[in-house]
């Protein structure tokens, strides 16, 4: 065999060599599929590597490429996307654990006696993982015909230090009551602060109420 033969068979395997390398053949000689994102090719198929998917390994999957875990939600373009009640670059914050706790209050209604020194309790809800439960807030002992017997329920505000008091009736009659409400640490001393609208026939009262933390 002479040189020249022995150097063009040489030529042609290496060639070959290459072309398999970086190229994926398909099926029953099917076209080549190129395997990019540094995918390989194995049995006419290519094997992606991690965070990588498709036929040729062209789709990004970045919550895999970045080892993104959500504790309590799903990830979408690398980024954790909470469920309701939680926040956190991965979702395992409670959002409302921050508002749980017993407040030393003063309560100020225009119009209704302002009384101070009693407590109100802003207590985890049962039923919603993302709801608080305030008992005592304008409370029937404070205000004997206008106040509520029933606790009021907020929703707390995902990754905000504040919450809503949505509409409702917590005795379940004409009486109604809505607002919002915050939280501030001032010298590690959590204080509160709730803005609300409460309603009685056609009488309409707006008032406040304010304190600090004084237990869990």
Known sequence: MSKRIIFLLALSFSLLTITSCEEC???LGGDKVPCSN???CNDGECDCLKGYAGS???EVDS???LDVTCVRGYCETGNCFCDSGFEGEDCSIESRKKFLGTYNVIERCPDLDT???YNIVVERNILDGAVVNIANLFSFDNYPINGYF???EATADQGAESFT??????DDGEKGINGSGSISVVDSVTNI???YTTTNGGRTFNCSCEGNRIGD
């Open 150 to 152: 029933s606790i009021v």
């Open 38 to 40: 540094g995918g390989s």
């Open 115 to 117: 009384t101070w020194g």
């Open 193 to 195: 602060n709730i803005i």
């Open 56 to 58: 040729s390994c062209e």
């Open 63 to 65: 919550c895999d490429l």
């Open 165 to 170: 008091i949505k509409n409702q009736k917590p």
């Open 25 to 27: 053949r398909g099926l």
